[in-house]
């Protein structure tokens, strides 16, 4: 726990580091989109869900419920032009407090104040009706998110184009594909131009392409100074997109401040746990002569470790097994993000080392002198191949999942790895005056 | 009041969910559009055999339209009766057949019923045209009828206030208890029979055997709307004016109840569906 409990002034900004602090972030006087004010939401979980009047009559009373708690005295100002993100298990609350910001819920108490137009990203074509073309779509979903007639009518071609839809924007929406019908009203959504953006876990819609289009238009409604509030799990994404960051646990808020700086308290909070057994996690394949029984990632102490910090020397140890004697063969190991992008992958041949013969059991070690990957959780994969690395003997997915913690170099902008770079002003009036670098 | 306010904000949301409701109903049939007219030409003829024919039910000349037709006198009870009972069952249905849009978009939810009563009181004025064009014909006059149109125009805003106001209540009333729906099916057939539709009010007024029946059967808004539509489309007379105070009444009285019954409840609908 320890530094949790930060209250919601924003005094845990302060330390006003990563670029966005700095740059275009509006001033402290800024007038707030979103006030939540102690904001308490409780859920009927029924013990025994009958919806008929008989066993209302037989029972005396509707149904035996006990109320659980999903927000506790929740507040939060969220400034204008902010990207605010909303973060913590599943569980939390934060989705529930995202929907009681779009009205969609009422909360028993306290108050939330929201100025200016919202739209929803909750469920991407909720209200679509299947018989109906897409064109009577959009005008119907545009509608219900609170767009008059003129604009739809102006905005039109743009909703379909955005979708990629021309084609088949008369055709009945039920001959769509999901991606069609998600694209659609993804479009509808984002060109209802609203003052306020919520967003649930709703980025990672359609293809690559569609997808990079809907980062533009983020990016482009950050810059025009709209505000968005995002629920997600993805960690690194969370990092990239938001300015500040309320984090939840059990409906109540351990922590709000900047964006950087909560996600790696959460993480250093709810992922310290994370059990050895994840191990094989991944697919496994491989001819099986010479097996990897499993890796590790020692520290400087040479104790094995699954938390690191961004800067740590650290060493991975590949215990492997070889039933046979094989001569020359070539061990690999590669970091991947959570999404799947792979971030090195280094192995002996390439680095100059040739193992003559291994025959039994022994290990190889990879020594990292400076872990400079930047904050987040990442998966191992190892590999056993022969000297042509053609023929793999053992092939691991994803053995091993670790996480970074925020260290030296500091960096809170986002992005996978640190490229340790020095900074220095060589021309010009400003004398840097040297300062200690941030470490946390 | 600001549930009014809010209403006639998103009145453009309200053309486009009752243009959904109008544009999806016989989407993938056959007839199409030609259904609504169908259904109630069907009734007519099996209610003409039984009520007209066999049990010799007779409506009468009509006052000043001299028109003598059991058909005719029907409908004028029949379709306002589809009307109210086709708002009623279908408002029930909204709300959980909307679910997921509920769930996960704002918007004011005492729109969904109103708009299938709005999507309702487009086939009524359909049905009630191809009436009219009958009156004309049969009637003494081919444009006698015209000046009765307007009362029953404002008859028909009076009745759907009426129907979206009970409307209300049964959809949020559905939610809670899903067997709503099954009772008032039940209920529905009762109040059919306890409505001058198919058989004269003075009927019941020659064989009550007590005042008191009278005026408990009277009570029932649907006898005075019902008789309304029929002094002014068949007979072509001024209805009492007590009679159109009491629908008047009971029409705005409804609405205003049915909204506050659904404000009331809806608070939960998201987590409730």
Known sequence: MGDGQTDSSGSAGAAGTGPNAAGSRPARSAANAITVRNVSKNFRLYNDRNQSLKATFSRGRRARYEDFRALDDVSLEIEQGTTYGLIGENGSGKSTLLKCMARILRPEKGSIEVVGKVSALLELGAGFHP???GRENVFLNAAILGLSGKEVTRKFDEIVEFAGLEQFIDSPVKNYSSGMYVRLGFSVAINVDPDVLLVDEVLAVGDEQFQRRCNEKFSEMRDSGKTIVVVSHGMSAMRTICDRVAWLEHGVVQQIGDAGEV???YIAEVQTDRQEDDEGLGARWGSGEAVIDHVEIVDRDRRPT?????????????HFDAHEPIDRPVFGFAIFTLEGVLVTGPNTREAGLECARIDGNGVIELTIDRMLLLPGTYDVTVSLYDHAITHPYDFRQKVLRFDVEAGTPHETFGGVVSLAGRWAVTEGDA????????TS | MNVLTEIVQSRELLTNLTLRELRGKYKRSLLGWTWSLLNPISLMVIYTVVFGVLFGNDPGIGLNSGIES???????????WNFVSQSLSGSMATLIGNAG????VYFPRELLPFSLVLSLDVSFL??????VLFIAVLGSSVVGVLPWLIPALLLVVAISAYAAGIGLMLAVANVYFRDVQYLFTILLNLWFYATPIVYPLSLVEDKAPAGWMVTLYKANPMVEFVGIFRSLLYD????GMASVAYVLVWSVGIFFAGLWVFRRFEGRLAEEL
Request: aromatic share 6%; hydrophobic share 45%.
């Open chain 2, 126 to 131: 359909i049905e009630m045209g191809v009436l």
């Open chain 1, 131 to 133: 018989e109906l073309s």
């Open chain 2, 236 to 239: 072509w007379t001024m209805p």
């Open chain 1, 431 to 438: 004398h840097p005056t040297r300062s200690e670098p941030v």
């Open chain 2, 70 to 80: 059991f058909p005719v006198w029907l409908m004028c009870g029949l379709l306002p």
């Open chain 2, 101 to 104: 849009l509920i769930k996960k």
């Open chain 1, 263 to 265: 996600i790696d308290n």
């Open chain 1, 306 to 318: 699954n938390r690191i910090n961004t800067g740590d020397a650290v060493t991975v140890r590949i």
